[in-house]
C-alpha cells in the first residue's frame, strides 16, 4: 500500500466538504438562536398605542408554541383579553437576547416574569391576591420556572432531542436529512446548559422525584379549586400551563405524560381546562 492509497478519493473530499458546510450552518443557526448579543432597541417601528407586540418563536404544528415562556405570556394576554400581535421568529430577539419579549408602546420589555409584571402595571390588572396568598403565588411561580423547568427539559429535549427537533413538532425549518445533526448540536446545547444549572448532573430517577414533588406541591395548593387561588387565574396558574402543557401535549412519552395521567388527574384536568378556555384552536389531547 503506497502513501497515495491512503489518500481520500474526490467523492469522499467534496462529502466532507459538504458535511463540514451543513454543519457550520446549522451551528451558526442555533447559535442565533440562543445568542444574548444586543439587537435594536425597538423592532417594530408603526407601532399603535397600546398594542402589546409579542415577539416569539413560530407556531408549532402541534401547539401554539414549543416554548413555555412564549405559551405563559400568550395565555395571560388572552386571559385579560389584552390586545396583542404576534411576532414570531426562529432567529429575532430581544436586546437581552431573549424569548420571548414584547414591545408596548415603543418600549422592549424581556423575560415572562418582567413582561407580565410590567403588563399588569400598565394595563392595571390584579392578581386580586393578598398577603400569604401573593407570598404562595410568588414561590410557585419561581419554583416552576426555577426547577419544574429542568425537570422537564431533561426528558422534553435531552432524552427525546430528535423528535423536538422533527419540523412535525418543533416548526423548525430543519430538513429531515440533516435532523440527527441538529439534533446532536441541540441536545449538547441543552445538556450544557442542565449541568450549568445542576439538574443533568443527577440520576435520571432523581430528576423525575423532583418533578413529581414539584408536581404534588401544585396539586397540594389546587385542590378541589378551577385555579390555584380561586375562580380567577393569577400569574403562576399560566406559568404552570405554560410548562405543563408545552410538554404533557408532545406525541411523544415523558414522566409528565404518566404522571399527569396516572397520579395528578386534577392538574390534568386543570391545564386541559386552561387549554380549552385561552386556546379552542389547539385541539390535540394529551
Not at 415577539?55 to 412564549?70: D, G, L
Not at 446545547?189 to 430517577?205: D, F, N, Q, T, V
Not at 405554560?242 to 386543570?270: C, E, V
Request: with cysteine; aromatic share 12%; net charge positive.
Amino acid at each position: 500500500m503506497t502513501h497515495l492509497d491512503l489518500l481520500p478519493s474526490v467523492p469522499q473530499v467534496f462529502l466532507t466538504l459538504f458535511v463540514a458546510l451543513v454543519l457550520k450552518w446549522i451551528i451558526t443557526c442555533f447559535t442565533c438562536w440562543f445568542s444574548s448579543k444586543k439587537l435594536h432597541e425597538v423592532h417594530k417601528k408603526d407601532w399603535k398605542k397600546d398594542v402589546v407586540y409579542l415577539y416569539q418563536f413560530k407556531r408549532s404544528p402541534i401547539m401554539p408554541n414549543i416554548s413555555p415562556f412564549c405559551l405563559k405570556v400568550e395565555a395571560w394576554l388572552r386571559a385579560n383579553n389584552i390586545k396583542y400581535e404576534i411576532c414570531d421568529s426562529w432567529m429575532q430577539r430581544s436586546k437581552e437576547g431573549l424569548l420571548p419579549f414584547v414591545e408596548l408602546n415603543g418600549e422592549q420589555i424581556a423575560d415572562s416574569q418582567l413582561i407580565i409584571a410590567r403588563l399588569q402595571k400598565h394595563f392595571n390588572v390584579d392578581d386580586g391576591l393578598k398577603g400569604t396568598e401573593r407570598g404562595a403565588a410568588r414561590a410557585v411561580d419561581r419554583m416552576i420556572d426555577g426547577s419544574t423547568f429542568y425537570a422537564l427539559l431533561y426528558s422534553k429535549v435531552l432524552e427525546n432531542a430528535a423528535k423536538i427537533v422533527n419540523r412535525d413538532v418543533s416548526g423548525m425549518p430543519v430538513p429531515a436529512s440533516l435532523t440527527p445533526f441538529a439534533a446532536a448540536l441541540f441536545a449538547q446545547k441543552i445538556r450544557k446548559r442542565l449541568m450549568a444549572e445542576g439538574m443533568a448532573r443527577h440520576e435520571r430517577e432523581d430528576i423525575v422525584a423532583i418533578l413529581r414533588r414539584d408536581i404534588q406541591a401544585v396539586d397540594d395548593l389546587l385542590g378541589d379549586k378551577k385555579f390555584l387561588f380561586g375562580d380567577k387565574p393569577a400569574t403562576p396558574d399560566f406559568s404552570v400551563f405554560g410548562h405543563l402543557a408545552t410538554s404533557y401535549y408532545l406525541p411523544y412519552n415523558q414522566p409528565i405524560t404518566d404522571l399527569l395521567s396516572n397520579d395528578f388527574p386534577r392538574i390534568k384536568a386543570y391545564i386541559e381546562r386552561m387549554k380549552t378556555d385561552l386556546f379552542p384552536e389547539w385541539k390535540n389531547e394529551g
